[in-house]
């Protein structure tokens, strides 16, 4: 597993087609705009995701959860799509591969189709769309393959910079927000965030989030908020969440949710007693 930063803080990295990089420094030449980021979005991605044909199927060759790259089709388009089918939980404390220990282990599917729906309520638009889906007698999670991508170690290793830097921090925050109140434990991957040739980011790889634990991984890294979603995120109540994620989250996942949301939001009114509205808060 590699580390880096991920411009603000750390942050989690996944893989997809590498886009050709120019010079060190230098930005990539726009490409058509179905050259790259998501061929489909919201209900029409998710239909597209439920019912279309596989025609193709291929391992991916990296990541612990071996998901396969998959080719679909409904007859007048044709997408890929990555499927999961990992389902892991360990009760108790656990002594993990390659050190250290985690408590009430989880790599679940079920967290990616969670995260889609929780980046949803929250109205943040970096996870992509992601269903539950039976394959060949199979249940998993099936999720838009993001075209023409790079990672942000890539990003980092080619010294690329957005030229808005205020939308990309904006974007940097808001995968913060998702991690911290997802719990999602893979978060230092630098392999786990994409980034488009706009510098869209997008967030992936979500198996190993939405742990049970009540207290925020590394909340030194919440700094800025954007109200809009800190509205939302304030609005969230256990009735929304069994009903939009709880089909695969259970109950304890969602104590643990709700949890990190009230630490998040009295953080949020620390950071704004301490240095003020305009420091803390942004659109």
């Given at each position: ?30 490409a ?57 939980h ?66 980092q ?13 904006a ?55 954007s109200r ?56």
């Amino acid at each position: 597993m590699r580390y880096g930063r991920l411009g603000l803080g750390w942050v989690a990295v996944g893989v997809a087609a590498v886009v050709p990089v120019p010079a060190r420094g230098q930005a990539p030449a726009p490409a058509p705009a179905a050259a790259y980021g998501l061929p489909l979005a919201g209900a029409e991605a998710e239909e597209f995701l439920k019912t279309a044909r596989v025609v193709d199927r291929k391992p991916i060759g990296k990541g612990v959860t071996r998901p396969d790259k998959l080719t679909l089709s409904d007859g007048a388009r044709t997408h890929h799509g990555i499927w999961k089918t990992i389902n892991e939980h360990r009760m108790g404390l656990q002594h993990l591969e390659g050190g250290g220990t985690e408590f009430d282990f989880r790599d679940s599917w079920k967290s990616e189709v969670a995260a889609y729906e929780l980046d949803k309520l929250l109205g943040l638009g970096l996870v992509p769309p992601t269903v539950e889906r039976r394959i060949d007698g199979r249940v998993g999670s099936l999720q838009m393959w993001v075209e023409g991508v790079m990672t942000e170690d890539d990003r980092q290793r080619k010294g690329l910079e957005s030229a808005d830097a205020e939308g990309w921090n904006a974007q940097m925050y808001r995968i913060r927000l998702l991690h911290e109140l997802s719990y999602n434990t893979d978060y230092r991957n630098v392999r786990n965030v994409l980034v488009d040739p706009s510098f869209r980011l997008y967030a992936i790889d979500s198996s190993r989030a939405f742990r049970i634990q009540t207290d925020l991984m590394t909340p030194d890294d919440l700094v800025r908020f954007s109200r809009a979603a800190l509205e939302r995120l304030g609005a969230l109540d256990r009735p929304t969440l069994e009903a939009h994620l709880g089909p695969w989250l259970d109950k304890r996942q969602i104590d643990g949710l709700l949890a990190r949301r009230d630490k998040i939001l009295a953080l949020v009114k620390k950071r704004v007693a301490e240095k003020g509205e305009a420091a803390v808060l942004y659109p």
